[in-house]
């Protein structure tokens, strides 16, 4: 990844993640290195990102940091990102289990896709999420 590419990503995280949903969180946390990060654009912007992670050790990987910029939203575009993000699991790791922790708001959307809760609601930097898991992903 470009350093301008990072940037943008960097820039795009934390426009969502801290400012708008106001938590400061520690995005830096070290596991951008080895994702797989999936960037949408549309008309050249940024309008949706996430990141894979593989988790060779415990049989996973996770979804993480799945986003679509304001600008963009309500247009089916963060069904797409999973869509592309459970295929590319499957392609690459089809045998582990998918991982993600879902804002609880957000939870009939992971649903949807054959994701169930496994974890009681929890804080995460003042935003209540959930941990959820699909056994297999689904094709």
């Known amino acids: 990844m470009s350093a301008t590419l990072l940037y943008d990503v960097l820039q795009f ?4 993640f801290v400012v708008e949903q106001r938590s400061p969180y520690a995005d830096l946390d070290g596991r951008d290195q080895t ?4 960037l949408l654009r549309v008309e050249g912007t940024l309008a949706g990102y996430l990141r894979l992670m593989p988790q060779p050790a415990e049989g996973a990987a996770a979804i993480g940091r799945v986003a679509v910029g304001s600008a963009h ?3 089916g575009l963060a069904r797409l ?16 289990r998918i991982t993600l922790g879902a804002q609880t708001y ?20 003042g935003v209540p999420h959930v941990d959820m898991a699909l056994s297999k992903p689904r094709g």
């Open 106 to 125: 957000l939870v009939p959307f992971y649903q949807s896709f054959g994701f169930a809760p496994v974890s009681a609601p929890y804080d995460d930097c």
């Open 73 to 75: 939203r309500g247009r």
């Open 35 to 38: 994702a797989l990060h999936l």
């Open 81 to 96: 990102m999973m869509e592309d993000a459970l295929a590319r699991c499957r392609r690459d790791w089809p045998d582990v």
């Open 13 to 16: 995280r934390q426009a969502i």
